[in-house]
């Protein structure tokens, strides 16, 4: 299957820093890409879509400027937590659509916010 | 929107059969997934169905009946390599109106010696 990376595996910061955190597509082009977060012991659950050359869609509850999305190509996604806090310590996964029913996820970024 | 039930746990024995059940309601069906993740990782697609019936897969099958609302994982010749958290999830729309896939909370097993 088709592969997608995140970069940073893992990242540890400081309260009140920004992080920035990688999605590529590897080998395959993705005009949308979706970011997740996954506290403990719970679901997937998506925080905003990501559309290249175009604005994100930030779902009900996730703050616009403190999750910066931009997806400037086809194979990149950025996401910015900015001024993180600790109850933003969590899991976030990044997945890129290939076609309508077929979207591949990648490793995921752990964060951990002191 | 989609609302997804699956249950929360399940313990099995090495080399066993089990059955994980996940039942959904969707506006507009588009197909059930399920997917494996094991701890501190991303899920990994494992099924995809749309239509009613069984898929056999190696050692994990996958059934969906569309009329009921409700799928079911079925894992043989269990592993201890199959601990791991089993989503659910179907395609749908967010609430910003973004087609994506609505995840269960995920059944998490367990397989014991």
């Known amino acids: 299957g088709a592969v997608v990376s995140q970069h940073p595996s893992w990242v540890i910061c400081k309260s009140g820093t920004s992080v920035k955190i990688e999605c590529r597509s590897l080998?395959?082009?993705?005009?949308?890409m979706f970011w997740y977060r996954q506290f403990p012991k719970q679901s997937l659950m998506l925080m905003a879509t990501s559309n290249e050359g175009s604005k994100a869609t930030y779902e009900q509850g996730v703050e616009k400027d403190k999750f910066l999305i931009n997806h400037a190509s086809l194979t990149l996604s950025t996401l910015t937590v900015t001024s993180a806090h600790p109850e933003d310590s969590s899991f976030y996964i990044c997945?890129?659509?290939?076609?309508?029913?077929?979207?591949?996820f990648g490793p995921g970024t752990r964060l951990l916010v002191l | 929107g989609q609302n997804i039930d699956q249950p929360t746990e399940m313990t099995a024995t090495e080399g066993a059969i089990v059955q994980i059940n996940c039942t959904y309601q969707?506006?507009?069906?588009?197909?059930l997934f399920w997917y494996q993740q094991h701890a501190g990782e991303a899920p990994t697609f494992l099924s995809y169905?749309?239509?009613?019936g069984l898929e056999e897969k190696g050692r994990f099958s996958s059934f969906l009946s569309r009329s009921k609302g409700y799928s079911y994982l079925l894992l043989k010749e269990l592993q201890m390599k199959d601990s791991a958290s089993y989503l659910c999830?179907?395609?749908?729309?967010?609430?910003?109106?973004?087609?994506?896939?609505?995840f269960g909370k995920g059944t998490k097993l367990s397989v014991i010696p």
């Open positions: 969707t506006s507009g069906f588009n197909g």
């Open positions: 080998d395959f082009q993705a005009t949308t």
């Open positions: 999830a179907v395609p749908g729309y967010s609430g910003a109106g973004s087609y994506q896939l609505t």
């Open positions: 169905n749309v239509l009613d």
């Open positions: 997945s890129a659509r290939e076609s309508k029913e077929t979207q591949y």
